[in-house]
């Protein structure tokens, strides 16, 4: 263990008798040194975050326009690597209005919205067990005394006992979220939260892990849907991130995985319902995650696939040029490397017969980009996901056994090649 993580271990002993009075049976740890740093942390989980948007027919409904009043919201998340100490980082940068956390807890679940007994620890912001997010904001915990594995599940409880306005969140979580009226942190049971769930994050951004020699750092994938997950199982942790995090694991390298990708996101393009461009982002979800060292690149499909659609509420989608779209990914590049960090791009998946996407002149672009990623040596690395994908039989189009329905998007065993194919690039 290095010595910054055993230095809050220490004092994590010492603090022990000073934390707030907590309900009868349940663990207390938590320290506030280094809560405003990234030394010794890994990003272990995070989801990227965009504004509040109504639910709509594709993505299902969801909670973030409405926001929260005196309800509790438990959140299940999967931690992609070890750590002995652990910590939360919350979120209100879409927020009209202060953001005001009553409390939180963090435990292990058993199954659905449960916990198990004995695992519930209050989180603490600045020693309290409240804090205020003003609006644009994001806010990070104390460090929590409560050892992970490796893709082990964490549940954490948010409760907001005043109007919240609109949430910030991520809307395609593809893992059920739950909420209960009142304040149920240190309940470890799910009955309270058998009302209606939503498939979305709201308000956590991040899962932080430190204390483990096993963890050395982080692999960011940030894109579009093909990254967030779209397609693959829901409640399965089959997003191509997800079996790029177990396939480490499995080969032994101690590397987390985290996942900023956000479907429906463009390159250049920013939109309300889908999110900041990723030339703007890039430096907060990619660059801002602790331990960041290695991006995985893969977008750029929707600048191309939309390019001329109307606003639909969302967003005009400007027609664009290869040139434009090759400065773009180039602009990630430099970003990264001017703060140490790898970079692996990835190229675009074929997309014919998805349905508004396949046109003569989109399909030229995406090969265009693609040769460009392939030859162009800019990128640290590339993953030719195209020719991977493709169907032997047509290499314009997805391989059948890959394709989720619509022609675009991977089913979980497209997701699994994905991921074989980008861990191989992983060093």
């Known amino acids: 263990m290095s010595s910054s993580p055993r230095r809050l271990l220490t004092a994590l002993v010492a603090l022990f008798l000073l934390v707030p ?11 506030p040194a280094q809560r405003h740093t990234t030394a010794g942390w890994s990003a272990a989980w995070s989801a990227a975050h965009h504004h509040p948007v109504p639910g709509n027919d594709w993505d299902g409904p969801n909670w973030s326009v409405p926001g929260f009043t005196n309800q509790s919201v438990r959140q299940v998340v999967r931690v992609s690597a070890a750590g002995s100490l652990l910590r939360i980082r919350l979120s209100n940068r879409y927020g009209s209005q202060p953001l005001r956390l009553t409390g939180a807890t963090v435990g292990r679940p058993t199954s659905g919205a449960a916990v198990q007994l004995g695992t519930l620890r209050p989180v603490t912001f600045d020693r309290r067990l409240s804090t205020t997010l003003a609006a644009g904001t994001e806010k990070t915990s104390d460090p929590v005394l409560l050892p992970v594995r490796a893709l082990e599940a964490l549940t954490v409880t948010l409760y907001f006992a005043g109007p919240t306005g609109p949430a910030t969140f991520h809307q395609s979580g593809l893992t059920t979220t739950y909420r209960a009226p009142g304040d149920h942190r240190f309940d470890p049971h799910s009955a309270a939260f058998a009302g209606e769930t939503s498939q979305s994050w709201y308000h956590l951004a991040g899962v932080d892990v430190a204390g483990s020699p ?3 750092g982080t692999v960011v994938t940030f894109g579009d849907s093909q990254t967030d997950g779209y397609g693959s199982t829901p409640g399965a942790d089959n997003r191509y991130p997800d079996q790029l995090a177990e396939r480490l694991v499995a080969t032994g390298r101690p590397l987390a995985v985290v ?13 309300p319902c889908y999110g900041e461009r990723g030339v703007s982002r890039f430096r907060h979800d990619v660059l801002g995650q602790p331990g960041v060292r290695t991006a995985v690149v893969l977008i750029g499909i ?3 696939g939309a390019g001329g659609y109307p606003d639909f509420g969302c967003g005009a989608s400007p027609v664009v040029t290869a040139g434009q779209l090759v400065n773009g990914h180039r602009a990630l590049i430099q970003a990264a490397r001017a703060r140490g960090v790898t970079v692996i791009g990835v ?6 017969n998805a349905t508004g996407y396949d046109t003569p002149d989109k399909e030229a672009l995406r090969d265009e980009l693609n040769h460009w990623i392939r030859t162009s040596g800019e990128y640290d690395a590339v993953v030719d996901l195209d020719r991977i994908l493709a169907d032997p039989a047509d290499p314009d189009a997805l391989r059948p056994a890959y394709d989720h ?3 675009l998007h991977l089913n979980d065993t497209g997701a699994t090649a994905a991921a074989v194919a980008v861990a191989a690039q992983i060093r």
């Open 21 to 31: 009075a907590i309900p009868a049976g349940v663990a207390t740890a938590s320290e």
């Open 214 to 216: 096993r963890t050395r």
């Open 259 to 271: 996942n900023a990708g956000i479907s429906g996101n463009k390159l250049l393009a920013d939109s």
């Open 302 to 304: 929707n600048d191309i």
């Open 347 to 352: 190229t675009m998946p074929p997309l014919k």
């Open 405 to 407: 329905g619509d022609h």
